[in-house]
């Protein structure tokens, strides 16, 4: 039988305000950012910016995000920076591209260039649980869900967050995210594919080692991640229906009473574009498969739909058929779309928005970015994490460059490509409830 036991009131009113002073630690995010080639010069300088930013005590996670270019010293980072820097955990990845905050509190996208990032973060009221998966041997996904649960080893009672970084070399990616899905199915998962090296080891951060597979991080508690995907891409056209496909080949499309193929809908789209538009459609078109309802009707929109943006992969000129990146079924809702700067920026500036409305003071912004965005779909530096900026006015960003983008559209995750993932970590109870730190 459990037993209560008193503390004698001299006792109480000596410890009372030792407790509530140690549960109200506060929440916080310092971040260092340096592009020093040389790692122990990387390496210092993010200890001392660290220093600087007035960090005490020992972060609950350490989020490190480092370029390819110090691929060959890979497995050098983390011990270094854990001697310099006190974390509980350690997690992150190499990629083809670092994201992260400077001294002066500025957000910056680093390309083609070395570059290292950290983020420390203290998040009380949090229960974080690390884990490593090996390459291959995934269980079923027509099994149970517990041998997922079993072979992951975090569990998930309580969980609604997930980050997730993935070895390039990593087989059956998408298999990997449904499983993980099946187990976790409360936890919005943001995260992306690690850069590519020659190095003879993996591209994954974890403690203190560098592997292969996949990391991640499952949170529970006070902190959540709240994931915002940016497709960029906008609709031209109407929305078709499917009525013969063939595993990932659509061969016929309606309009209402109109079918045909899908090379003479686009045909008929292509009547209507400017010339500017048209042009596009030579290297920047793409497919919109609408995930959440397969009875949407042209009036709603792309975000109604829940696209999920694929790329067409072939065309068949003798059939009219076209291949995508996605399988089809009969009856689900497609349209095409366009990729441009202009309709990325306007499209990340309304879901931004949207999150700001939601909760406007994020403790940190994750951004895992295609390695197609960045200047090369700007024009110049810094295009993703200005949107950001513009509606966050001070919250500090991190992240990668990525081979593919990891979160969700209409309530299932997804492996994007040509997108930025978001992760905005916000209080997990309404702030009538449990106000922020």
């Known amino acids: 039988m459990a037993r209560t036991f008193r503390l004698p009131h001299s006792l109480q009113s000596r410890i009372g305000p030792l407790l509530r002073r140690r549960n109200r630690r506060q929440a916080r995010c310092c971040t260092a950012l340096s592009n020093q080639p040389a790692l122990e010069a990387a390496v210092a300088d993010l200890s001392k910016q660290l220093r600087a930013s007035g960090l005490s005590g020992t972060a609950d996670l350490a989020l490190v995000f480092c370029s390819t270019a110090y691929a060959t010293d890979l497995q050098r980072l983390l011990p270094l920076l854990r001697e310099a820097i006190p974390s509980r955990h350690w997690i992150g990845c190499a990629g083809g591209g670092v994201v992260g905050t400077d001294a002066q509190g500025q ?21 974080l649980q690390l884990f490593h998966l090996e390459a291959g041997g995934l269980p079923d996904l027509d099994g149970p869900s517990q041998q997922w649960v079993d072979w992951v080893g975090a569990q998930p009672e309580g969980a609604h967050s997930m980050l997730l970084f993935i070895d390039p070399g990593c087989p059956a990616i998408n298999d ?54 940016a497709q960029g891409c906008r609709p031209i056209g109407p929305v078709f229906e499917v009525e013969k496909a063939e595993r990932n080949v659509v061969q016929r499309l309606s309009d209402g009473d109109h079918q045909g193929t899908p090379v003479a809908c686009l045909q008929a789209i292509l009547e209507q574009l400017n010339p500017e538009e048209r042009e596009l459609v030579r290297h920047s078109l793409f497919l919109g498969v609408a995930k959440s309802s397969f009875q949407l009707s042209s009036n709603d929109t792309p975000d109604d739909a829940a696209f999920l943006v694929r790329n067409l992969i072939g065309v068949d000129p003798r059939t009219g058929s076209v291949a995508v990146g996605e399988r089809l079924r009969v009856g689900q809702r497609v349209q095409f779309q366009l990729r441009d700067a202009n309709a990325s920026r306007q499209e990340q500036r309304q879901l931004l928005s949207r999150q700001r409305r939601q909760q406007p003071e994020p403790l940190a912004a994750l951004l895992f970015a295609c390695l197609g965005r960045g200047e090369g779909l700007y024009g110049q530096p810094d295009g993703d994490v200005s949107a950001c900026r513009e509606q966050f006015e001070h919250v500090p960003v991190a992240g990668a460059f990525c081979n593919g983008e990891i979160g969700p559209v209409a309530g299932a995750t997804h492996l994007h490509g040509y997108t930025a993932s978001w992760g905005f970590l916000v209080p997990n109870h309404p702030p009538a409830d449990s106000p922020a730190s």
């Open 107 to 127: 957000p910056h996208e680093l390309e083609h260039q070395p570059g290292i990032s950290v983020s420390l973060l203290q998040l009380p009221g949090s229960e």
């Open 176 to 229: 990997l995210i449904s499983g993980l899905d099946y187990a976790y199915p409360e936890a919005a998962k943001v995260g992306g594919i690690a850069g590519q090296h020659n190095a003879s080891h993996g591209s994954l951060l974890l403690d203190d080692q560098v592997v292969e597979g996949a990391v991640g991080c499952l949170i529970s508690g006070a902190w959540r991640i709240d994931p915002v995907v």
